[in-house]
């Protein structure tokens, strides 16, 4: 049977591992954000448009699978627990 010293430090380790992964997936995001946004402006600067198009339905998909990243993190990242 668990002690609870050994329960308190498997759920910091959980704790941290989580802070972690929630690090790691926020810097997706902001890696995607941005490539997304270097697209956008290459849409903006050039003259064809069948590449601007492409260009800024590219960009649009990127924001849209961002946004949804966005959300499942921040809907399955746990709150801090509660100071004691």
């Given at each position: 049977?668990?002690?609870?010293?050994?329960i308190a430090?498997?759920?910091?380790?959980?704790?941290?591992?989580?802070?972690?992964?929630?690090?790691?997936?926020?810097?997706?995001?902001?890696?995607?954000?941005?490539?997304?946004?270097?697209?956008?402006?290459?849409?903006?600067?050039?003259t064809d448009?069948?590449?601007?198009?492409?260009?800024t339905a590219?960009?649009?998909?990127?924001?849209?699978?961002?946004?949804?990243?966005?959300?499942?993190?921040?809907?399955?990242?746990?709150?801090?627990?509660?100071?004691?």
């Amino acid at each position: 049977m668990a002690t609870q010293a050994d329960i308190a430090a498997a759920l910091a380790k959980v704790q941290a591992d989580v802070a972690a992964e929630t690090t790691v997936n926020q810097s997706a995001v902001t890696l995607i954000t941005g490539l997304a946004a270097q697209i956008a402006a290459l849409a903006a600067s050039t003259t064809d448009t069948t590449t601007a198009a492409a260009l800024t339905a590219l960009s649009s998909t990127i924001e849209a699978n961002s946004a949804g990243l966005a959300t499942a993190v921040t809907a399955n990242t746990p709150a801090a627990p509660a100071a004691h």
